[in-house]
C-alpha cells in the first residue's frame, strides 16, 4: 500500500499533542468528520493552505509537514458501476451564404463537428428531438450584448412558427440572421393574413428594427440555447 508522508505527519503529530481527530477539525473551524474523512476516505485529496496553516499552529509543527508536494490519486471507485447518463449526438454546421431561402437544403449546409448532449435534457426540458437540433456559430454584432460573434446557438428545426418575442434564426430576404420576431399588427390592431409583415428585433441598439414580409422570411428555426465563453 502506498504511503501517504503528509497523512502519516498528521497523524503523529496529533498524537504527539494528545489531540483528537475532532477537536482538532473544530480547531481549524471544520465539521467533527473533517479530518477523520481526510485521513480515512481521502476527502479532501490534499488540505488547503489555510488548514495547514491552521494545523501547524494548533500542532505547533511546521505546516509544511502537512503539505503534500504532489497531489495524490484519487482512491479507485469500489461502489456500483455508475451509469452515465444517455447523451445523443447533435450537428454543428455552417449554412453558405449564398444559399437562399432553401438555405436548409443539404446540399448547402457544412457539417463542422458534433456535440453530444444529454438527451434526457433535450426531450424532457424543451420537448425537442436530438435529431431535429443543430448547432449554428454567430456572426456579427447585431445581437450583443445578448449574443456575441463566436457563441453557439442550439437550434431546433422542428419549430418554425415564429412567437412573440422568441430568438430565431431565420432568412430575411438578404443573409441568414438571429433575431427576436414580433407580428405586425395592422387594421385595428389585428393581422392580416393577407399582408402579413414581420419586425425582426436585434439586441444591439446600433442595429434598428426592421420589418419583412412573412412569405419572404424562411424560418430555420428557434433558438434554445446558446454557449458562450467566460
Known amino acids: 500500500m502506498t504511503r501517504d508522508p503528509a497523512r502519516d505527519?498528521?497523524?503523529?503529530?496529533?498524537?504527539?499533542?494528545?489531540?483528537?481527530?475532532?477537536?482538532?477539525s473544530l480547531a481549524i473551524?471544520?465539521?467533527k468528520a473533517y479530518?477523520?474523512?481526510?485521513l480515512t476516505r481521502g476527502m479532501p485529496r490534499v488540505l488547503?493552505?489555510?488548514?495547514?496553516?491552521?494545523l501547524g499552529q494548533l500542532l505547533a509543527c511546521d505546516p509544511a509537514e502537512l503539505r503534500h508536494a504532489e497531489i495524490p490519486a484519487p482512491k479507485p471507485w469500489t461502489g456500483p458501476k455508475r451509469r452515465h447518463p444517455r447523451s445523443?449526438?447533435?450537428?454543428?454546421?455552417?449554412?453558405?451564404?449564398?444559399?437562399?431561402?432553401?438555405?436548409?437544403?443539404?446540399?448547402?449546409?457544412?457539417?463542422?463537428?458534433?456535440?453530444?448532449?444529454?438527451?434526457?435534457?433535450?426531450?424532457?426540458?424543451?420537448?425537442?428531438?436530438?435529431?431535429?437540433?443543430?448547432?449554428?456559430?454567430?456572426?456579427g454584432r447585431s445581437m450583443e450584448p445578448e449574443l456575441c460573434e463566436g457563441d453557439r446557438l442550439v437550434v431546433d428545426t422542428e419549430r418554425r412558427m415564429p412567437a412573440l418575442g422568441e430568438l430565431f434564426v431565420l432568412w430575411d430576404g438578404d443573409g441568414l440572421v438571429v433575431k427576436r420576431v414580433e407580428?405586425?399588427?395592422?387594421?385595428?390592431?389585428?393581422?392580416?393574413?393577407?399582408?402579413?409583415?414581420?419586425?425582426l428585433i436585434s439586441a444591439n441598439a446600433d442595429y434598428p428594427p426592421y420589418e419583412r414580409a412573412a412569405e419572404e422570411v424562411h424560418v430555420v428555426g428557434r433558438v434554445l440555447w446558446k454557449v458562450t465563453r467566460a
Open 9 to 24: 505527519a498528521l497523524r503523529e503529530r496529533l498524537w504527539q499533542a494528545g489531540t483528537s481527530l475532532a477537536e482538532a
Open 183 to 199: 407580428p405586425v399588427r395592422i387594421d385595428g390592431g389585428r393581422a392580416d393574413p393577407a399582408r402579413a409583415r414581420l419586425r
Open 35 to 38: 479530518l477523520h474523512q481526510y
Open 88 to 139: 445523443a449526438p447533435v450537428r454543428e454546421v455552417e449554412i453558405e451564404a449564398a444559399a437562399g431561402p432553401g438555405a436548409w437544403n443539404e446540399d448547402f449546409v457544412l457539417e463542422r463537428g458534433r456535440w453530444r448532449l444529454p438527451e434526457a435534457m433535450v426531450r424532457h426540458e424543451c420537448g425537442a428531438s436530438p435529431e431535429s437540433l443543430r448547432i449554428l456559430k454567430v456572426r
Open 29 to 31: 473551524g471544520r465539521n
Open 48 to 54: 488547503s493552505w489555510q488548514d495547514s496553516e491552521s
